[in-house]
């Protein structure tokens, strides 16, 4: 039986307990698809029992080569993806980048983010904050009011994942977040990642090849449909 819960907060019986709980686990996913019209039908397995755990204040990298399954086993994790067995539990409050932004061409930045911002039932204040604080972060302030399909894709990936990031999440899912970012913006965004660490807070990030292994606390890869350490 597959199943996915999402808590937004832990209810320990203490504070060790709290701390010591990864905030993130996966158990036994599997997932299938199907490919083809009866009777000329496939089924191909990407994930055959995949575990994952992800503790307070960690930072993993999930590797693995094209077609592995990576991409599959973040939307298991986010639920935008039912299982075909498995169980996932996050603790707190989840923020999500996928490969592919979400975005509607017709808002701006600042629309986007006052539209996301409602959607985690922010404050506008709060919201306000937040956005400007990542303008600040990434680079991109002087787009505050450019339509998503006047973006460049670098900036869009700004956008991207700054949506991810407004709402501060405990635990933050990203799925090939730095693909066609220019070298400043690499650097912002590890710069980022280290705060978030520090903050106690998580980070998985999937990438089908690693740079710079000293960044990640460890190194998961995806092979034969499972989760190995690397």
Same mark, same amino acid.
């Given at each position: 039986?597959?199943?996915?819960?999402?808590?937004?907060?832990?209810?320990?019986?203490?504070?060790?307990?709290?701390?010591?709980?990864?905030?993130?686990?996966?158990?036994?996913?599997e997932k299938s698809y199907r490919r083809g019209i009866w009777p000329v039908q496939r089924t191909r397995q990407v994930l055959r029992g995949a575990d994952l755990t992800l503790e307070r204040g960690e930072v993993v990298g999930l590797v693995g080569e094209n077609g592995s399954g990576k991409s599959t086993l973040m939307k298991v994790l986010v639920g935008a993806l039912r299982p075909d067995a498995g169980t996932v539990t996050v603790t707190g409050r989840l923020g999500y980048c996928p490969q592919e932004p979400v975005v509607y061409e017709r808002l701006t930045c600042d629309e986007h983010f006052e539209l996301f911002g409602r959607a985690y039932r922010m404050s506008t204040d709060a919201e306000r904050a937040s956005r400007r604080a990542l303008y600040a972060a990434l680079g991109f302030e002087r787009y505050a009011t450019t339509r998503a399909d006047q973006l460049s894709g670098g900036t869009l990936a700004k956008l991207n994942l700054g949506l991810a990031l407004l709402a501060?999440?405990?635990?933050?899912?990203?799925?090939?977040?730095?693909?066609?970012?220019? &070298?400043?913006?690499?650097?912002?965004? &590890?710069?980022?990642?280290?705060?978030?660490r520090e903050a106690g807070h998580s980070v998985l990030i999937i990438s089908h090849f690693v740079a710079d292994e000293e960044r990640f606390d460890r190194l998961v890869r995806l092979h034969h449909g499972k989760a190995v350490p690397r």
């Open positions: 039986m597959a199943a996915v819960r999402h808590t937004e907060s832990a209810t320990p019986t203490s504070a060790e307990a709290v701390a010591a709980e990864p905030v993130l686990r996966a158990s036994g996913i501060d999440p405990d635990v933050l899912l990203l799925d090939e977040p730095y693909a066609g970012f220019d &070298w400043d913006t690499y650097l912002r965004f &590890w710069d980022l990642v280290a705060q978030r």
